[in-house]
Nanobody
Framework: QVQLVESGGGLVQPGGSLRLSCAAS???????????MNWYRQTPGNQRELVAA???????NYADSVKGRFTISRDNAKNTVYLQMNSLKPEDTAVYYC?????????WGQGTQVTVSS
């Protein structure tokens, strides 16, 4: 069982930056490094959208809407994954979820609210 806790959300003006963190526990030793880590987001009335992903070997993938603005990274020594968000837009407003995936398991965090507004 892996527990995920997101942090770093908040209110930011358009054009600003935030860095989200997701700390994993329950994954002992180097198990965390074997998980693919993902960031999803969801707005009311919409499906959850994959924002960014990083594999166990460090390969990354991004939604077209965030390419060039968001960067996902991981620190396996700290069992933590990050999402650096720059040039934020109002349409980035959502609850952001951290997800750990390793077949057949999917673990979700509780989410952190990001609001981009002037």
């Amino acid at each position: 069982q892996v527990q995920l806790v997101e942090s770093g959300g908040g209110l930011v003006q358009p054009g600003g930056s935030l860095r989200l963190s997701c700390a994993a526990s329950g994954a002992s030793g180097n198990i965390f490094s074997r998980y693919a880590m993902n960031w999803y987001r969801q707005t009311p009335g919409n499906q959850r959208e994959l924002v960014a992903a990083i594999t166990s070997d460090g390969s990354t993938n991004y939604a077209d809407s965030v390419k060039g603005r968001f960067t996902i990274s991981r620190d396996n020594a700290k069992n933590t994954v990050y999402l650096q968000m720059n040039s934020l837009k109002p349409e980035d407003t959502a609850v952001y979820y951290c997800v750990a995936k390793r077949v057949p398991f999917n673990y979700w965090g509780q989410g952190t609210q990001v609001t981009v507004s002037s």
